[in-house]
């Protein structure tokens, strides 16, 4: 009989760890990874508030040093989170056209040196515990107009904390703020200079990097508590955002990693391929969820493609029975999917459009459903208590009913528009946006 294992983290010197690999007190004080515990979105004891406003529900709110996109990370009482904070005045001038040629540049390229680092919020009252500088550094490349220079998550085990600012090195830090080790990571050079954004993962005792850009992509993975690269391969790849994430099959530790060219399964001890698959598309943002013996990995940028494969793939599974289902139709872009319960949810490309499947059999429960006062989506949504919760670009969130039919619960709207996803823990949530930091909680 085979089994697979959602695996963090492979000792027992963490609280709240189980058999099954899976924190099992999550909801009450963990939010390790960017998209939570167990890499699907889900705080499964988690139950924040339905409503709120800028009056109502706003346990405590906090102006933050920058713009970006990344969602913070949690455990226990401490929040951590990455900004890129200009050291002055960015007086940008436009690409010449020799670069616009090259390069497709989006943005013109900075100017100043940016402070790349590491805060470590209290939970209880956002105040700030520490602040430390990963890097300082003029940015090689600019980044599209709605990303920033501080787009990926952290990832913690609750003893250090890894972040990945991408060109600018992989850092760790104990949770106390302590610099533990720092590697230097290639300088990319991204698509149309888009930015970059894909967070690193933890798998055993390895942190995995995936570097996917116009240049040489590869993927590395580090020891977690010296920094020592234990191996790297190249990759046939242009650039991807997606985060890799990791999963035990009969034993054997993983990590999955979304590509345009192909989807792959890396041995996490070797880095041999445990298996590949073709079939998804340009411009692979969203991230990967398991459930049901199987990864769910989709792309939409410019043609849509959801394909469900089994865990206990070998070899190249293109076109084989190892895909048990597909859709070619209302993929997202930028939002990653998210899989509650038996039921898998996802944005169609970045609009306000939202279907929802059977996450075992593929079978249809909607699709094409508008999500009302919504309209361009960034953020990828969480679920707890039974709800779903989904932020706009324009400061609305919609609370949903997890559920076969859509249900409108709630519709919050705040003074910030979100492009980071929804954190939940415990009873409290936590939005990102573009001015603040929200604790939202029954008051």
């Given at each position: ?385 039974g709800k779903i919760y989904i932020a706009g670009r324009r400061g609305t969130t919609l609370v949903l009913k997890h559920s076969d039919t859509y249900e409108v619960l709630a519709s919050n709207t705040l003074d910030d528009g979100f492009d980071a996803s929804p954190v939940v823990v415990g009873d409290e949530l936590f939005l990102k946006g573009e001015k603040y930091l929200y604790c939202i909680a029954e008051q």
């Open positions: 009989m085979r089994t697979y294992r959602v695996t963090v983290v492979l000792s027992l010197l963490f609280a709240g760890l189980t058999a099954s690999g899976v924190y099992a007190d999550a909801a009450d004080g963990y939010w390790p990874t960017w998209r939570g515990p167990n890499f699907d979105g889900v705080a499964v004891q988690g139950n924040p508030p339905t409503t709120w406003s800028e009056t109502e529900n706003i346990k405590w709110k906090v102006e933050m040093p920058d713009a970006g996109e990344c969602t913070p990370i949690i455990w226990g009482d401490k929040i951590f989170i990455q900004t890129a904070v200009p050291t002055a005045v960015d007086k940008r001038v436009p690409a010449t056209a020799e670069q616009k040629s090259e390069r497709e540049i989006f943005t013109p390229m900075p100017t100043v040196a940016y402070k790349f680092n590491v805060m470590c919020l209290d939970r209880e009252t956002g105040e700030t515990i520490w602040e430390r500088t990963a890097r300082e550094e003029i940015p090689h490349e600019g980044h599209h107009p709605s990303s920033s220079l501080a787009s990926y998550s952290p990832v913690t085990d609750g003893k250090y904390v890894w972040v990945s600012f991408g060109s600018r090195g992989l850092h760790c830090y104990d949770v106390d703020g302590n610099h533990k080790w720092s590697v230097d990571l290639p300088e990319m050079l991204t698509f149309r200079a888009f930015g970059e954004g894909s967070s690193p993962a933890l798998a055993g005792d390895a942190i995995i990097v995936v570097a996917d850009h116009e240049g040489d992509s590869k993927i590395f993975a580090f020891n977690k508590n010296t920094g020592e690269l234990l191996w790297e391969r190249d990759r046939d790849e242009g650039t991807s955002w997606a985060t890799p994430i990791p999963v035990e099959v009969d034993g054997k530790l993983q990590v999955i990693t979304s590509g345009s060219n192909l989807i792959r399964s890396y041995d996490v001890e070797t880095g041999d391929i445990v298996w590949q698959c073709a079939g998804l598309t340009r411009g692979s943002v969203p991230s990967p969820v398991l459930g049901f013996d199987k990864v769910y990995c989709m792309t939409g940028f410019q043609d849509s493609s959801v394909l469900a494969i089994q865990l206990s793939a070998t070899g190249d599974v293109t076109g084989t029975d190892a895909v048990v289902w597909q859709l070619d139709e209302g993929a997202p872009y930028l939002p990653s999917p998210l899989l509650y319960g038996d039921k898998i949810y996802f944005i169609e490309h970045m609009k306000a459009i939202l279907s929802c499947y059977k996450a075992d059999t593929g079978e249809l429960l909607y699709e094409g459903q508008r999500l009302e006062g919504l309209k361009q989506m960034y953020s990828s949504p969480t679920g707890a208590g």
